[in-house]
């Protein structure tokens, strides 16, 4: 979707840090980060939200989650924890209407959040 922010990172059309790249998921940074590490995890193929995955995303779900966990196994600052978010739609906070993931950590985190 050329519209699309996420897809247009994704086709690296617009700069940003990446931290993790393979056939079907990109992380990168946040650009407004809320913690020390603030990334983003994306699928390649554009999903608006976790409300429009199908059974057949199933396989793509769990490598995304995966790609999160095999990041923070590399990030010294997420060793003691992180959290992981997926907003889905605006009045959750979405502001992107592509699939995503934040990885929140490298500083305490708080409860109840929202």
């Not at 617009?14 to 998921?25: Q, T």
């Given at each position: 979707?050329?519209?699309?922010?996420?897809?247009?990172?994704?086709?690296?059309e617009?700069?940003?840090?990446?931290?993790?790249?393979?056939?079907?998921?990109l992380?990168?940074?946040?650009?407004?980060?809320?913690?020390?590490?603030?990334?983003?995890?994306?699928?390649?193929?554009h999903?608006?939200?976790?409300?429009?995955?199908?059974?057949?995303?199933?396989p793509?779900v769990?490598?995304?989650?995966?790609?999160?966990?095999?990041?923070?196994?590399?990030?010294?600052?997420?060793?003691q924890?992180?959290r992981?978010?997926?907003?889905?739609?605006?009045?959750?906070?979405?502001?992107?209407?592509?699939?995503?993931?934040?990885?929140?950590?490298?500083?305490?985190?708080?409860?109840?959040?929202?």
């Open positions: 979707m050329a519209e699309c922010l996420f897809c247009r990172i994704v086709n690296k617009l700069p940003s840090h990446i931290v993790y790249e393979d056939e079907d998921i992380g990168f940074r946040d650009i407004a980060p809320v913690a020390p590490v603030h990334v983003l995890f994306v699928p390649k193929r999903i608006a939200s976790l409300s429009d995955l199908t059974d057949e995303d199933g793509l769990g490598k995304l989650l995966q790609s999160v966990a095999n990041y923070a196994a590399t990030e010294n600052s997420l060793a924890g992180y992981v978010v997926a907003n889905t739609g605006p009045a959750a906070g979405q502001s992107v209407a592509h699939l995503h993931f934040h990885v929140l950590g490298g500083r305490q985190m708080g409860w109840p959040w929202g």
